[in-house]
């Protein structure tokens, strides 16, 4: 699982704000209210649905043995501890921003690897739901075993989005409802208080990430490009490319997006129409939020009998939900569904139009909920979309089934990329 050794921890040299070292910690006392509530959780009796249910193709949602067997290994068999001191193996940090202009102060958090090359290049890499910063973490490990901090050709910033995991806003009534463009710019603040807003930086991102890492590029002078894995068109898109005819092998791309549109995006609705109820219901046992997070993790991932990625293993889903529980995000993750559920329908989720000043990256992943055809990217966005890589295998977590697939497309578009929007050279080094 890599060194637990925490180099990649020396901050670049053009830092403006010093951030604060932070490693995950959750006290005894948690845990074990943890345990406790997970044993006591009432799973209800068989019935036809959640016997005939199937999460991997959105048939009815999770099964009750699939539940009962997550619950019994995440009580017995689960090592939160062990998962812990990994994660803390990589450098983290805390850092507090305040967002120009909607003055909501941000207690942001962020694992990252950082360069002692100076023409090393800043990434931001974005999360989304039911995801965490710990979709990166088989990236990192990656990145720490194939380079030094002295041949590392980039600074890798990987925050929990505001709003989610260890990022979180002040608790009092001068909160406000957290749109992308105000998350975007917290995003921003953060990679200029590390003294990226000279050298300028890369916003990768899918889910809210690819919302985020849109408004990135569209606002901040200083995100010079942005690589998505994930798309949803705005209507007046959509319409654009009807008369644009797909190849066999694009139709199949968005196979996974028409069955979202059609029977998986009723969370959607439920988070931006009832945050409050959903979050209490949730927030009642540890259970209960796998059962919710834990179909996503399963239905939206690469789960293909036939030539399909390795499934997401029961300890990565524990994973992701655990971290949920123990940071209690999962209220707060509602304000983003707030702020996209108005444009969720037939062909949107956002309504923010891509930049047309600058360059983007895409990667097709064959098992996603939203995709971009390359014949309809180049139809909206022409030589804007400079990279374009479609993948055999992986869905909606990328970052997490096909890490090495996902690194290589980054370094590939950032090789390409760098020296036409003005940033330092990257690329593997000898």
Same mark, same amino acid.
């Given at each position: 699982?890599?060194?637990?050794?925490?180099?990649?921890?020396? +901050?670049? %040299?053009?830092?403006?704000?010093?951030?604060?070292?932070?490693?995950?910690?959750?006290?005894?006392?948690?845990? %074990?209210?943890?345990?406790?509530?997970?044993?006591?959780?009432?799973?209800?009796?068989?019935?036809?649905?959640?016997?005939?249910?199937?999460?991997?193709?959105?048939?009815?949602? !999770?099964?009750?043995?699939?539940?009962?067997?997550?619950?019994?290994?995440?009580?017995?068999?689960?090592?939160?501890?062990?998962?812990?001191?990994?994660?803390?193996?990589?450098?983290?940090?805390?850092?507090?921003?305040?967002?120009?202009?909607?003055?909501?102060?941000?207690?942001l958090h962020f694992a990252a690897l950082f360069s002692l090359r100076e023409d090393a290049i800043p990434i931001i890499f974005?999360?989304?739901?039911?995801?965490?910063?710990?979709?990166?973490?088989?990236?990192?490990?990656?990145?720490?075993?194939?380079?030094?901090?002295?041949?590392?050709?980039?600074?890798? !910033?990987?925050?929990?989005?505001?709003?989610?995991?260890?990022?979180?806003?002040?608790?009092?009534?001068? +909160?406000?409802?957290?749109?992308?463009?105000?998350?975007?710019e917290a995003m921003n603040e953060l990679m200029l208080s590390l003294g990226f807003g000279s050298t300028g930086y890369v916003?990768?991102?899918?889910?809210?990430?690819?919302?985020?890492?849109?408004?990135?590029?569209?606002?901040?002078?200083?995100?010079?490009?942005?690589?998505?894995?994930?798309?949803?068109?705005?209507?007046?898109?959509?319409?654009?490319?009807?008369?644009?005819?797909?190849?066999?092998?694009?139709?199949?791309?968005?196979?996974?997006?028409?069955?979202?549109?059609?029977?998986?995006?009723?969370?959607?609705?439920?988070?931006?129409?009832?945050?409050?109820?959903?979050?209490?219901?949730?927030?009642?046992?540890?259970?209960?939020?796998?059962?919710?997070?834990?179909?996503?993790?399963?239905?939206?991932?690469?789960?293909?009998?036939?030539?399909?990625?390795?499934?997401?293993?029961?300890?990565?889903?524990?994973?992701?939900?655990?971290?949920?529980?123990?940071?209690?995000?999962?209220?707060?993750?509602?304000?983003?569904?707030?702020?996209?559920?108005?444009?969720?329908?037939?062909?949107?989720?956002?309504?923010?139009?891509?930049?047309?000043?600058?360059?983007?990256?895409?990667?097709?992943?064959?098992?996603?909920?939203?995709?971009?055809?390359?014949?309809?990217?180049?139809?909206?966005?022409?030589?804007?979309?400079?990279?374009?890589?479609?993948?055999?295998?992986?869905?909606?977590?990328?970052?997490?089934?096909?890490?090495?697939?996902?690194?290589?497309?980054?370094?590939?578009?950032?090789?390409?990329?760098?020296?036409?929007?003005?940033?330092?050279?990257?690329?593997?080094?000898?």
């Amino acid at each position: 699982m890599g060194s637990v050794s925490l180099t990649f921890s020396t +901050l670049p %040299a053009g830092v403006k704000v010093q951030p604060t070292p932070f490693r995950i910690n959750v006290a005894e006392s948690d845990l %074990a209210q943890f345990r406790s509530l997970i044993q006591q959780a009432i799973i209800p009796p068989e019935q036809f649905y959640n016997q005939h249910a199937n999460a991997a193709t959105g048939k009815f949602g !999770i099964t009750r043995d699939w539940l009962i067997q997550a619950r019994d290994y995440w009580l017995n068999t689960y090592d939160w501890r062990a998962q812990e001191t990994f994660i803390n193996s990589f450098p983290q940090y805390k850092q507090t921003v305040v967002g120009p202009t909607s003055g909501q102060t941000f207690d942001l958090h962020f694992a990252a690897l950082f360069s002692l090359r100076e023409d090393a290049i800043p990434i931001i890499f974005m999360h989304g739901w039911p995801g965490s910063f710990l979709e990166f973490v088989p990236m990192l490990d990656i990145l720490r075993s194939r380079y030094t901090p002295e041949t590392l050709p980039y600074h890798v !910033i990987v925050p929990s989005i505001p709003d989610y995991g260890f990022s979180s806003r002040p608790n009092d009534s001068a +909160l406000q409802e957290l749109n992308m463009e105000f998350a975007a710019e917290a995003m921003n603040e953060l990679m200029l208080s590390l003294g990226f807003g000279s050298t300028g930086y890369v916003a990768q991102g899918g889910d809210v990430g690819y919302a985020l890492a849109r408004a990135m590029a569209n606002n901040h002078a200083a995100c010079k490009t942005s690589h998505l894995n994930m798309f949803m068109f705005t209507p007046d898109q959509f319409a654009a490319c009807q008369q644009e005819p797909l190849t066999e092998r694009e139709e199949k791309l968005l196979t996974g997006t028409n069955a979202w549109i059609k029977q998986g995006s009723a969370y959607a609705y439920e988070h931006g129409t009832r945050p409050s109820t959903i979050a209490l219901t949730l927030s009642t046992n540890p259970v209960a939020m796998l059962a919710w997070m834990g179909e996503k993790f399963i239905e939206w991932s690469d789960n293909r009998k036939d030539g399909g990625s390795r499934p997401l293993s029961l300890d990565t889903i524990l994973d992701g939900v655990s971290l949920y529980w123990f940071s209690g995000c999962f209220p707060r993750t509602m304000w983003s569904y707030r702020s996209l559920v108005p444009a969720i329908g037939a062909t949107a989720v956002v309504q923010e139009s891509l930049s047309v000043q600058k360059p983007f990256g895409y990667s097709a992943f064959p098992v996603e909920i939203g995709t971009l055809p390359r014949t309809w990217g180049k139809k909206l966005f022409g030589d804007r979309l400079a990279y374009y890589k479609e993948h055999e295998v992986g869905g909606h977590f990328a970052a997490l089934q096909e890490p090495e697939n996902f690194l290589d497309d980054i370094e590939e578009f950032v090789r390409f990329i760098a020296p036409k929007v003005g940033l330092a050279k990257g690329g593997k080094s000898a």
